[in-house]
């Protein structure tokens, strides 16, 4: 199990996310979208069964992160497409805010994550890598609903 979850991450930031995997997300978030939902419940649909299908495996943590991973990779490739759809907007203080607060963003999302490596992996299983995932999620839904009211009209 911890070679085909880490295969499995591996094979994410090398190729991309596995169709199957941005299937998954793709879908809730339509369905988010169709009801003027966020997209919350999106996140973890990926690494959550994963995780708990490697629970009780020898090297856990390391396969919880590999798992996060797997998710991260989709979240990071929309955070791209979400990015994209902002600048093509056209508006220039909206595109020079989220440039500007992109430069940070990863620096302070890594700073913040690093403690949960430092905490008992059980309460946060996938630790930092599961953290980052949620924050880069959140970070790409907020700029999915940002990038479709700029290009509105």
Request: hydrophobic share 45%; glycine share 8%.
């Amino acid at each position: 199990m911890l070679a085909a979850n880490l295969s499995l991450a591996s094979m994410a930031f090398a190729q991309g996310p596995a169709p199957a995997d941005v299937t998954v997300i793709d879908a809730c978030l339509k369905t988010a979208e169709k009801t003027g939902g966020f997209g919350g419940a999106c996140v973890g649909l990926v690494a959550d069964p994963c995780i708990k299908a490697a629970a009780g495996v020898n090297g856990d943590v390391d396969n919880w992160k590999a798992c996060a991973a797997r998710e991260l990779a989709i979240w990071t490739q929309k955070t791209d497409k979400a990015l994209k759809k902002v600048q093509a907007g056209g508006f220039a203080d909206v595109i020079k805010a989220v440039k500007d607060s992109q430069e940070t963003f990863a620096a302070s999302r890594d700073r913040f994550c690093a403690v949960f490596d430092k905490i008992e992996p059980g309460i946060y299983r996938g630790s930092a890598s599961y953290c980052r995932l949620r924050e880069t999620a959140n970070r790409t839904l907020s700029l999915i609903k940002l990038g479709v009211a700029v290009n509105e009209h």
